[in-house]
């Protein structure tokens, strides 16, 4: 028998005695200890099936309209130490992001090629580190901002879902010290549910190898609970809406 | 009495009598507390998330063997080598030979805590590899040669000015002690050991059976760093953190942020399904993920205590532990320290040696209340206490509850008693608190009440 | 009714006011109250230290004195629990597994009888004084006990409640767990007392004297001038 086979034995034989109900805390709910002799034998019946989650009932309440979840992301953002702005036309946005360029004094941006990111490379007139077809680690880390697309914002959370695939690969949100995400304003979601509802919708079966929500820029506490910016991942995460 | 209960007292009296050091772990718990109320408070409702969790939870344990099969033949699916260990040893060959065979020079982890159970980081350097932890927590506590304090916030027993020491001694670092520079420090040092290292190391919270997927959970972006750039990503879990669906995610990531960290989601939760995929821009080549035991199905066969596999590792029963919170996470001498350590110890490790842990609670509950997987956490301490005592009573102890049983609730030997007391009070009063007081261990520190001159019974007894 | 009150050992030695409080409490409200003179332990060091076999032969006196009781009621959340909750899995699969459970739904923490058995907040005590309440975590986290002891000090006339910060934190008494680990038990003992301190009241009441006996202990070692009470006491003051 190899590991695989000695170990799934193991859980078939311990699974023999059904365990408790969860979360009772009843004394009914004890069982007896095998190998424990003497003590109480009392059966409970178990849940035949796991309740249905239906996280959204219970998670943070989410505004039914757009105008209340993008107020909800808006709060959520600033509360993360994320910079969020929605913009009416691309010339604004684009308007926005030569400043920022300009504020920050980028002189390498790194990308990937897709209608959003591009358009938004095109508007800052700067060399570009394109990540697509793989690209060298060093030139990716000497890259002031890495500008991605994303799959979704989360209202409930503040959160920018990203994959492998929507993203340029896993490092270009990551690596680079700034990250901008260029989103559109039809690309916000309620909750958590409806991200994973839109992941599943998507990409099923074939999802992409990496798949994450980002929530606020790159944080630590580990010295006396202080919050830093910027621990290992970006120091800065701007959200630019159009 | 064990080494282990004597080393257990003598730290516990150690780190008790060290006032300032207690009030600076009570303070970052405290102010963690209250960060963690005011996000259950905005959940629509915190207790049905709880019983939901639990139900989940349930179900992915008490399925163990299907969830398991159908996680691993998703993953082998993408292109993911999956492994099983029965053990520690199992797992350590299995990752000293895949680092081997890669010819590896060095290794970027990011914190695991599976990896400190299974003592991994020696056993690497042992071998001659390069190990660094990524997460800066973990990266302070292994460059003071320490175990992390707690399983969610390794380092929160130093101050600033000890980890500026430590990156001056260590690191040659002149930076100055305020958490944003001494933060910059690690940055820059970790950045290089990315870019060269040529496995990266992770742990994980949870594995998705559905779509055969590891998230993990992280506020650094080192754990992203960490799958992103290395060539071979090794990942190690219990094979007890299965979840049966993708979207039972949009309950379990909140509420470990929430009940761990106070935080309504942590910066990054990610989800990995496979190494690189065709027409992906980056990724390792190879995804190998460990699946261990190491004794999780003896906890398994324990029907009563089984729910103590639903734990997600949140730390939030460590937080609220008033004991915890008194002889800090270093005293406990194990890997998983706080409740869930007392409970689940005695099982990993041999009970008759981690029975003291079980014993060492006022089983107040407060874990009980805090968990949000709702694991009968202070009750498991009493039925470790019951399991030891079964198998193996001390004859003294058990003598004495005998004797005490008959004398207790007989009217003649207990008014006995009381009297014999009361006649022995003042000799006791003589050497209250020395060692040569029967009752020293209540005495050395508090004063004993005396025993009333009429007691209750008497006085139900005679009155009119 | 009939109140089968249940002494617990160590307030009929120690703390006999206590018990004599809660008997006065109860006649004045028209009820009969008997004391069975053979229960004095419930059975809670044995059977919290392991000792369940020990524990048994003392409970199931318990169960025998108490079988006819029309309610039981118990001056400490701690013993309280290990009736109402502990009784019946000690019980389970033993032949008293049934009376444990109808003796455990029958018996009544003091406090809560008061109000939520017999509807009664104001007992029309007077206790001028500044007291903070002590929630022993038995009483607290097994029962449930929070709201009762209050809306029975809230109609205390003269008396001033002032909540501690932490309240719900564990004052380290733990029965065995005192003695046994004895350096951590006093740790949490203080930061307690310093929490009661900070209130400036001059009383720590509490439902529960075994907690009271840890915290009055430490408090009287270091000279401060802070009481602990129990709750009955205080109601019974006129």
């Excluded at chain 2, 102890?397 to 609730?409: D, L, Q, S, W």
């Excluded at chain 3, 310093?194 to 840890?214: F, G, K, P, Q, R």
Aim: glycine share 8%; hydrophobic share 40%; net charge neutral.
């Amino acid at each position: 028998m190899n590991e695989r086979e000695k170990i799934l034995t193991r859980i078939r034989e311990a699974l023999k005695v059904p365990a408790p109900s969860p979360g009772t805390h009843a004394p009914a709910s004890h069982l007896p200890v095998p190998g424990v002799p003497g003590l109480p034998s009392l059966r409970v019946p178990a849940p035949t099936t796991a309740a249905p989650v239906e996280a959204r009932r219970w998670l943070p309440k989410v505004g039914p309209g757009f105008p209340e979840q993008l107020a909800l992301f808006a709060q959520n953002a600033a509360d993360l130490k994320a910079t969020f702005q929605i913009f009416a036309n691309w010339t604004e946005l684009n308007a926005a992001l030569v400043q920022l360029r300009d504020a920050e004094n980028w002189q390498r941006v790194a990308s990937h090629q897709s209608e959003l990111s591009s358009q938004a490379c095109a508007a800052l007139q700067r060399p570009v580190c394109w990540t697509d077809k793989g690209y060298d680690v060093l030139a990716l880390e000497s890259c002031d901002v890495g500008v991605t697309e994303c799959d979704a914002l989360i209202a409930q959370t503040g959160s920018v879902l990203v994959t492998s695939r929507s993203a340029g690969g896993r490092a270009l949100s990551v690596l680079p010290p700034h990250h901008v995400v260029i989103a559109r304003r039809e690309q916000l979601v309620a909750d958590l549910p409806a991200a994973f509802a839109l992941l599943q919708q998507k990409y099923a079966p074939e999802f992409p190898s990496m798949m994450g929500f980002i929530t606020g820029p790159s944080r630590t506490g580990d010295i006396e609970r202080i919050l830093v910016l910027g621990a290992h991942g970006p120091k800065k995460l701007t959200i630019f809406c159009v | 009495m064990s080494t282990n209960v004597a080393q257990f007292q003598e730290a516990a009296a150690r780190v008790t009598a060290d006032t300032r050091q207690r009030q600076f772990i009570r303070t970052a718990l405290g102010n963690y507390e209250i960060a963690r109320d005011k996000r259950k408070a905005a959940f629509q409702s915190w207790e049905s998330a709880r019983q939901a969790a639990a139900l989940t939870k349930w179900e992915a344990v008490n399925h163990l063997d299907t969830h398991l099969e159908e996680l691993v033949a998703k993953l082998e699916a993408r292109g993911t080598k999956v492994h099983w260990a029965s053990n520690g040893t199992q797992a350590r060959e299995i990752i000293l030979g895949i680092v081997a065979a890669k010819q590896a020079k060095s290794i970027i982890k990011s914190k695991a805590m599976t990896s400190e159970e299974i003592h991994l980081n020696e056993a690497l350097e042992k071998a001659g590899f390069e190990v660094v932890e990524s997460d800066l927590g973990e990266f302070i506590v292994q460059l003071r040669g320490e175990a992390p304090y707690h399983i969610v916030f390794p380092s929160m027993h130093l101050t600033r000015g000890q980890i500026r020491e430590l990156f001056a001694r260590e690191l040659g670092s002149t930076s100055s002690d305020s958490p944003e520079e001494l933060t910059m420090v690690a940055r820059r040092v970790m950045r290089h050991k990315y870019i060269t290292a040529d496995i990266g190391f992770t742990g994980g919270n949870f594995a998705i059976a559905e779509t055969g997927m590891i998230s993990i959970t992280e506020n650094e972006g080192n754990a992203r760093l960490t799958a992103a750039l290395p060539k071979t990503m090794v990942t190690l879990i219990g094979i007890e953190k299965v979840l049966p669906k993708l979207a039972d995610l949009a309950l379990f990531l909140p509420m470990l942020a929430t009940a761990g960290a106070g935080q309504p989601l942590t910066c990054y939760n990610t989800m990995y399904g496979g190494p690189r995929q065709p027409g992906e821009a980056d990724g390792p080549e190879e995804w190998h993920v460990v699946l261990l035991d190491n004794l999780r199905t003896e906890l398994l066969a324990d029907a009563e205590q089984r729910d103590a596999l639903h734990c997600i590792r949140c730390g939030a029963c460590l937080n609220v532990c008033p004991i915890f919170r008194n002889v800090g996470g270093h005293t406990y001498g194990t890997t998983y320290s706080g409740p869930v350590g007392s409970v689940i110890t005695p099982h990993l490790r041999g009970l008759q040696d981690w029975k003291h842990l079980s014993n060492a609670s006022s089983l107040c509950g407060a874990c009980t209340e805090a968990c949000p997987v709702k694991i009968d956490l202070h009750h498991h301490l009493l039925h470790n206490r019951r399991n030891a005592a079964t198998e193996k009573p001390a004859f003294l102890e058990r003598m004495g509850y005998k004797i005490f049983g008959i004398i207790a609730n007989d009217p003649l030997f207990w008014s006995l008693a009381k009297k014999f007391g009361w006649l022995t009070q003042p000799l006791q009063k003589l050497v209250m608190g020395t060692a040569l007081d029967p009752a020293r261990a209540w005495t050395k520190t508090r004063d004993l009440p005396p025993l009333a001159r009429q007691s209750f019974k008497d006085w139900w007894k005679h009155r009119p | 009714m009939t109140v089968t009150l249940f002494v617990p050992c160590f307030v009929d030695a120690l703390f006999p006011r206590a018990g004599i409080s809660m008997v006065q409490i109860l006649e004045r409200l028209g009820h009969r109250v008997v004391c069975p003179a053979e229960v004095a332990c419930c059975g809670q060091p044995p059977f919290n230290s392991g000792y369940w076999d020990e524990a048994r032969p003392i409970a199931r006196k318990v169960l025998q004195q108490l079988k006819d009781a029309e309610a039981v009621v118990i001056g400490s959340g701690s013993c309280g629990a290990m009736v109402k909750k502990f009784y019946p899995e000690l019980f389970a699969g033993q032949p008293e597994a049934e009376l444990a459970t109808q003796i455990a739904n029958r018996t009544w923490e003091f406090s809560e009888f008061l109000v939520r058995k017999l509807g009664v907040t104001d007992l029309g005590a007077h206790f001028p004084a500044k007291v903070t309440f002590h929630d022993g975590c038995h009483g607290l986290r097994e029962l449930g006990i929070k709201q009762s002891p209050r809306a029975l000090l809230g109609r205390v006339r003269g008396l001033e409640l002032i909540e501690m910060k932490e309240a719900e934190t564990c004052c380290g008494f733990g029965g065995t767990f005192a003695a046994k680990f004895p350096s951590i038990s006093t740790a949490m003992g203080e930061v307690k007392c310093n929490s009661a301190l900070e209130t400036e009241a001059e009383y720590i009441v509490s439902n529960d004297s075994s907690c009271l006996m840890h915290i009055q202990g430490l408090l009287s070692r270091q000279g401060k001038p802070l009481k602990t009470l129990h709750l009955a006491e205080v109601l019974n003051h006129a």
